[in-house]
């Protein structure tokens, strides 16, 4: 219950200006929507003669007026007037929705035409003496009512758009939710989405019932208004809405430009253009050096192409490997340690046909997997394969089923991903900042449902963390969606009021699925690309982990505080040296054969010396680990969270099995709902 402080009281009793106005100005009110609630309660409040309650109140409501269709076409009013509506007026919810937007029309005509003098008037109260004798304004006005006394449409005199047989307090409860203080902030965020409406039809729709499409909102911006637009075209085709996984998408607020209905909008080309990353472009004379070591490594007779000697080359790889161990290395020196632990590893897997039918899933997710990691050491990030949940997704789905479902849900899976990409924070590795999505050979129409879905998946993530502070505008990941033994890149970002989706580079890479295939995987750009994503990721994980580690966990937070999992000084047989530091600029002397260390046996297609080298690069790895120094802990999170800069969006996921047709019926309310680990998000 709303209470007023002594001051309050005796203001308004004095009555000297009593306009809302003066009331904010005298007690600080910035927030004049909530103020103008607080400003009625006071009247109705305060020890006041009838006269000058009911001028005041009549002032109230013709700002009422000011604020249609906004103020009437809230979920609640809406819901409230197409029940009476139902009853009085024919039976047709079609015809309640069509009657409301068209009265809501005449409000805002008469509003702008005549309100306005009235308006000032009214609630510009100079003395409250004068105003007792002052008739209440009238105004003939056809209105939309929530009473259950009266028809939908009726003319009326009484000096308000509402019946005087309805009170303020019933007014106002169509905006308790909205201006409740306590409200929960994300589903006070859900409600404030513009595709709010579309929502709640998709709901309503999957749980079987009828409703009419929604109206186009007043006030969207250009973006959104095509967003809705399409949407809507798209809600109006036949068949089953929770398949129509495009409008999903739209409803998230995301234009997605790597799906055809994504580029039909009027941002869509600035969207694919600054989506474009430059790092990805990225050329190095010390990868292409290497690259013709490697080749004449493979081809050590230059007169007979077609003598290929794998064993030449690895023997190559691991040399190369050791004079890549100094103290103090260049950028060059480490993209060629990664360049050959990326050749080492396909080597590894070609030797034991991992690549041979029958394929799995797994697979490819365990390929890339090994890839990603190698790139990520030593620069903050790890990947983790697996099927791990994503919690962003469970909440996006937990937030959307709470506020629209009509149930009280008090579970729901989380969608499994197949690597989650996460930062170490809080002595623990629970912090995801994105997901990777890897797929067989399936498809184009599989590939584009499941780059939709990773779209969602970590447009959830990054408004998480936008949340926790950080600006998703500057500081964004580049996603990786990988597809058989090919891999593409997009980015995912904020432009304004969305999140936009664009592919990152048209360059291809890959993996060899046999040795016959290594001679052109050695010359391609695969190895380029990849450096320039890691070097991009290695920033954006820099950010996000200190945007983590200077926030809370909050209850609703996709980055809770977790147990001591890891530790980051962990060796690892695939990670960096740690003496490659990023102030590191003592160049190291190009690799060589003539440069082997003593330890390391001559150069010869032998088994033999090819074990002595794997026994001397293991030796010198495992020294330099040992001296590896401890990793400063970063800072553990505050407990008061930064401000919000803006009212977020939500993530829509499809409506779970338990809120569709034939679920739970209306006894099951409050109870909890499970849902099945399989159950499909869209």
């Given at each position: 219950?709303?209470?007023?402080?002594?001051?309050?009281?005796a203001?308004?009793?004095?009555?000297?200006?009593?306009?809302?106005?003066?009331?904010?100005?005298?007690?600080?009110?910035?927030?004049?929507?909530?103020?103008?609630?607080?400003?009625?309660?006071?009247?109705?409040?305060?020890?006041?003669?009838?006269?000058?309650?009911?001028?005041?109140?009549?002032?109230?409501?013709?700002?009422?007026?000011?604020?249609?269709?906004?103020?009437?076409?809230?979920?609640?009013?809406?819901?409230?007037?197409?029940?009476?509506?139902?009853?009085?007026?024919?039976?047709?919810?079609?015809?309640?929705?069509?009657?409301?937007?068209?009265?809501?029309?005449?409000?805002?005509?008469?509003?702008?035409?005549?309100?306005?003098?009235?308006?000032?008037?009214?609630?510009?109260?100079?003395?409250?003496?004068?105003?007792?004798?002052?008739p209440?304004?009238?105004?003939?006005?056809?209105?939309?009512?929530?009473?259950?006394?009266?028809?939908?449409?009726?003319?009326?005199?009484?000096g308000?758009?509402?019946?005087?047989?309805?009170?303020?307090?019933?007014?106002?409860?169509?905006?308790k939710?909205?201006?409740?203080?306590d409200?929960?902030?994300?589903?006070?965020?859900?409600?404030?989405?513009?595709?709010?409406?579309?929502?709640?039809?998709?709901?309503?729709?999957?749980?079987?019932?009828?409703?009419?499409?929604?109206?186009?909102?007043?006030?969207?911006?250009?973006?959104?208004?095509e967003?809705?637009?399409?949407?809507?075209?798209?809600?109006?085709?036949?068949?089953?809405?929770?398949?129509?996984?495009?409008?999903?998408?739209?409803?998230?607020?995301?234009?997605?430009?790597?799906?055809?209905?994504?580029?039909q909008?009027?941002?869509?080309?600035l969207?694919?253009?600054?989506?474009?990353?430059?790092?990805?472009?990225?050329?190095?004379?010390?990868?292409?050096?290497?690259?013709?070591?490697?080749?004449?490594?493979?081809?050590?007779?230059?007169?007979?192409?077609?003598?290929?000697?794998?064993?030449?080359?690895?023997?190559?790889?691991y040399?190369?490997?050791?004079?890549c161990?100094?103290?103090?290395?260049?950028?060059?020196?480490?993209?060629?340690?990664?360049?050959?632990?990326?050749?080492?590893?396909?080597?590894?897997?070609?030797?034991?046909?991992?690549?041979?039918?029958?394929?799995?899933?797994?697979?490819?997710?365990?390929?890339?997997?090994?890839?990603?990691?190698?790139?990520?050491?030593?620069?903050?990030?790890?990947?983790?394969?697996?099927?791990?949940?994503?919690?962003?997704?469970?909440?996006?789905?937990?937030?959307?089923?709470?506020?629209?479902?009509?149930?009280?849900?008090?579970?729901?899976?989380?969608?499994?991903?197949?690597l989650?990409?996460?930062?170490?924070?809080?002595?623990s590795?629970t912090?995801?900042?994105?997901?990777?999505?890897?797929?067989?050979?399936?498809?184009?129409?599989?590939?584009?449902?499941q780059?939709g879905?990773?779209?969602?998946?970590?447009?959830?993530?990054?408004?998480?963390?936008?949340?926790?502070?950080?600006?998703?505008?500057?500081?964004?990941?580049?996603?990786?969606?990988?597809?058989?033994?090919?891999?593409?890149?997009y980015?995912?970002?904020?432009y304004?009021?969305?999140?936009?989706?664009?592919?990152?580079?048209?360059?291809?890479?890959w993996?060899?699925?046999?040795?016959?295939?290594?001679n052109?995987?050695?010359?391609?750009?695969?190895?380029?690309?990849?450096?320039?994503f890691?070097?991009?990721?290695?920033?954006?994980?820099?950010?996000?982990?200190?945007?983590?580690?200077?926030?809370?966990?909050?209850?609703?937070?996709?980055?809770?505080?977790?147990?001591?999992?890891?530790?980051?000084?962990?060796?690892r047989?695939?990670?960096?040296?740690?003496?490659?530091?990023?102030?590191?600029?003592?160049?190291?002397?190009?690799?060589?054969?003539?440069?082997?260390?003593?330890?390391?046996?001559?150069?010869?297609?032998?088994?033999?010396?090819?074990?002595?080298?794997?026994?001397?690069?293991?030796?010198?790895?495992?020294?330099?680990?040992?001296?590896?120094p401890?990793?400063?802990?970063?800072?553990?999170?505050?407990?008061?969270?930064?401000?919000?800069?803006?009212?977020?969006p939500?993530?829509?996921?499809?409506?779970?099995?338990?809120?569709?047709?034939?679920?739970m019926?209306?006894?099951?309310?409050?109870?909890?709902?499970?849902?099945?680990?399989d159950?499909?998000?869209?």
């Amino acid at each position: 219950m709303t209470t007023f402080s002594d001051e309050e009281m005796a203001w308004i009793g004095e009555g000297l200006d009593s306009s809302p106005d003066s009331y904010f100005e005298a007690f600080d009110i910035s927030d004049k929507r909530r103020g103008y609630m607080r400003y009625l309660r006071l009247i109705q409040t305060a020890d006041l003669s009838d006269a000058v309650k009911k001028t005041l109140l009549n002032a109230f409501e013709i700002w009422k007026r000011d604020m249609a269709p906004q103020f009437w076409l809230r979920r609640r009013a809406r819901i409230a007037a197409i029940d009476t509506a139902t009853v009085l007026v024919e039976g047709s919810v079609p015809y309640a929705e069509s009657a409301i937007l068209q009265n809501a029309e005449d409000l805002v005509a008469s509003s702008s035409t005549n309100t306005t003098s009235a308006s000032r008037s009214l609630l510009d109260v100079k003395h409250i003496s004068d105003a007792q004798e002052t008739p209440p304004v009238t105004s003939e006005t056809t209105y939309t009512t929530t009473s259950t006394a009266t028809s939908m449409a009726t003319p009326t005199a009484t000096g308000s758009i509402l019946n005087t047989e309805r009170s303020p307090d019933e007014d106002l409860d169509d905006d308790k939710d909205r201006d409740d203080p306590d409200l929960d902030p994300h589903v006070a965020r859900a409600r404030a989405s513009p595709f709010y409406e579309l929502v709640d039809f998709i709901f309503k729709k999957a749980q079987g019932q009828g409703p009419p499409l929604p109206a186009l909102p007043p006030g969207l911006s250009p973006t959104h208004d095509e967003m809705f637009r399409v949407a809507l075209q798209l809600l109006r085709d036949p068949g089953d809405v929770t398949k129509k996984k495009p409008v999903f998408t739209l409803v998230s607020g995301i234009v997605n430009t790597l799906s055809p209905i994504g580029q039909q909008f009027t941002i869509s080309p600035l969207v694919e253009d600054q989506s474009r990353m430059a790092c990805l472009s990225y050329r190095s004379k010390a990868i292409d050096d290497l690259r013709a070591d490697m080749l004449a490594a493979l081809y050590p007779d230059p007169d007979d192409s077609a003598a290929m000697s794998v064993e030449s080359l690895q023997i190559f790889v691991y040399e190369s490997l050791l004079q890549c161990m100094g103290p103090r290395p260049t950028r060059a020196a480490k993209e060629k340690y990664l360049m050959l632990k990326i050749v080492s590893q396909v080597l590894h897997w070609l030797e034991n046909d991992n690549f041979a039918s029958p394929l799995s899933e797994h697979v490819f997710v365990s390929a890339w997997s090994d890839i990603v990691n190698t790139l990520f050491a030593q620069s903050g990030l790890r990947g983790i394969p697996g099927e791990l949940g994503s919690r962003a997704s469970r909440e996006s789905r937990f937030l959307a089923e709470s506020v629209f479902g009509g149930k009280t849900v008090t579970s729901s899976s989380s969608r499994k991903v197949d690597l989650t990409i996460r930062v170490f924070v809080d002595k623990s590795w629970t912090d995801e900042i994105c997901v990777f999505e890897c797929k067989p050979e399936v498809s184009d129409l599989v590939c584009q449902v499941q780059q939709g879905k990773s779209v969602r998946l970590n447009t959830a993530i990054l408004l998480a963390l936008e949340e926790k502070g950080l600006d998703i505008a500057q500081h964004y990941p580049i996603i990786a969606e990988t597809r058989s033994l090919s891999i593409d890149f997009y980015t995912l970002r904020r432009y304004s009021d969305i999140i936009g989706c664009g592919r990152a580079t048209q360059e291809k890479v890959w993996l060899p699925s046999g040795y016959t295939k290594l001679n052109a995987f050695l010359k391609s750009r695969s190895f380029e690309v990849l450096f320039g994503f890691r070097a991009h990721m290695a920033l954006y994980a820099k950010t996000a982990t200190a945007t983590l580690a200077s926030s809370p966990a909050t209850p609703h937070s996709t980055f809770p505080v977790g147990a001591n999992l890891s530790s980051p000084a962990t060796s690892r047989f695939t990670s960096m040296p740690e003496a490659w530091s990023s102030s590191a600029s003592t160049p190291l002397t190009t690799s060589s054969r003539a440069s082997t260390p003593a330890a390391v046996a001559p150069v010869t297609p032998t088994v033999a010396a090819f074990h002595a080298t794997l026994e001397a690069c293991a030796t010198a790895q495992a020294t330099v680990q040992a001296t590896t120094p401890d990793i400063m802990e970063p800072p553990q999170r505050p407990t008061t969270p930064p401000p919000r800069k803006r009212d977020l969006p939500f993530v829509m996921f499809s409506p779970s099995k338990s809120q569709r047709r034939g679920g739970m019926s209306s006894s099951d309310y409050g109870r909890p709902i499970t849902q099945d680990d399989d159950d499909p998000v869209f």
